[in-house]
């Protein structure tokens, strides 16, 4: 069966087509990658993999690398001007090659200009393979890719960025093709039609993924491919999610703990002796991927249930209902063969407690009054009509953070659709901003959000949003994020074409004709899940960072439509700590001073 999620299929296309491709027994070669290979590289291989296939060793081309003549290398690099001067750089001189040959692998199309200066280099004499493998995105979870870029949040936000945007527009189509011809897709693509620039790089996007087809006619064949989609947000669409607190696991956790690049830092309280363990939060811990969308208040519980299993059959016996960090240490010292199954139940037991600490205290009353202006209703479903009253408390609160307050004003300007400058100020003043973190409320305009507005002005209608009453859910988490809205409206084909257009080339007439034929047309109805991921897939994809709510959302829309799969992406990860600080960059002042970067002529 092919390999499900797209860290296997990378992890896959990276091993058959860079690495095995060129391996000759007997022969070591180096890999040299730079900064987007090697982390698509350590998102979904494993070193050991790479090591059995004749690599002996993996270098970063910007580095001062030792010269191997007597080995070939392996360059897996983006076709960019920086990394291709250096592979020229590295064959400059004859005698003094850094390696005995070269094996070109582009993550994607390697530009005219460039490509010609690297074959009028003396480094096309010992180029022995040259290739494009187009995969240009991290697969960031199985449902989940990040094209590692935040930076292009500025460029595409920020009003004097403007010269920016064009290149960038065009790398994140070419990156975004590159994900569909990963996956085989040919989707339709849409876009959100209230920002302007989405249909511009939608429409980039279709142009490159025309090319792909035109190379790989197969691409996007296969029983209801037809109906996959492309959906390109701009993250003014759902300003909302990525500024509540959520309270499922990973995201509560990723917002409220110091976890950086995936790795929680705990201190482990041994007898007489603490000490700092470091664990990475990724996929191949089953019990993570089991309870990273669970709610925390059966995180605890869930955790407690399968360290019994798990003890049961071992013939353990463990205490009662809830299990300690001691009970853990005690099993650990009578069971010490299974060191590494209860390492990790004591991780997620111990990543628990610590969103709970955080919680207790701050964060529960901040959840009550953001989930009241989210929803614009109360649990029981009232509509709230003096959202004021329950801000001040909060903003009035010495102990709660700055950045948590501005996290409250801003979902009260939500809203309300945009306030007025006067009213602004005088929240701001009674919270205490300080002047550099409140320009992060002001820059939200940036986005297309609506922040000051006149009190004359009649404010846009808010979204009617989807009913989810029968849906069992916490008081302090009734918001869904709009993104499931939209993918679960894309599938059921109600999505509407006014706000979500298609690029024009192909529209959805050509779908419904092929929708289904009498004789395959069924096929799927009786299988059992996971023999076909052949089915359509709604990708979606978010200028400006998808938040780890959202992400949930593609998990939580695959499992409910069992032959779709949903998949998220966006320029990068987003935590709420991340999207305001994203917003207080200093690109978004004006500035008279020229940057290094806007120095150089932007190849148009």
Known sequence: ?????????????????????????????????????????????????????????????????????????????TPTEKSVHTLIGDFKDPHSAKYKAAHVFFTDSCPDPLFNELTKSRASKTIKTLTEINIAFLPYESQVYSLDNPDAFHSFYSPHKTQLKNPVMERLAEQLATLCATLKEYPAVRYRGEYKDNATLAQLVQDKLDAYKADDPTMGEGPDKARSQLIILDRAFDPVSPVLHELTFQAMGYDLLPIENDVYKYETSGIGDSREKEVLLHEDDDLWVSLRHKHIAEVSQEVTRQLKDFSASKRMNTAGEKTTMRDLSQMLKKMPQYQKELSKYSTHLQLAEDCMKHYQGTVDKLCRVEQDLAMGTDAEGEKIKDPMRAIVPILLDANVTTYDKIRIILLYIFLKNGITEE??????????????????????????????????????KKLDRKERVSEQTYQLSRWTPLVKDIMEDAIEDKLDTKHYPYISTRSSASFSTTAVSARYGHWHKNKTPGEYRTGPRVMVFIIGGASFSEMRCAYEVTQANGKWEAVIGATHMLTPTKFLSDLQHPDFRESTRVSFEDAEPTPE
């Open 1 to 77: 069966m092919a390999p499900i999620g797209l860290k296997a299929v990378v992890g896959e296309k990276i091993m058959n087509d860079v690495i095995k491709k060129v391996k000759k027994k007997g022969e070591w070669k180096a890999l040299i990658v730079d900064q987007l290979s090697m982390r698509m590289l350590s998102s979904c291989c494993k070193m050991t993999d790479i090591m059995t296939e004749g690599i002996t060793i993996v270098e970063d081309i910007m580095k001062r690398r030792e010269p191997l003549p007597s080995l070939e290398a392996i360059y897996l690099i």
């Open 423 to 460: 009213n602004l100020n005088k929240l701001i003043q009674h919270a205490q901003i300080p002047p550099e973190d409140s320009e992060i409320i002001t820059n939200m305009a940036h986005l297309g959000v609506p922040i000051v507005t006149d009190s004359t002005l009649r404010r846009g």
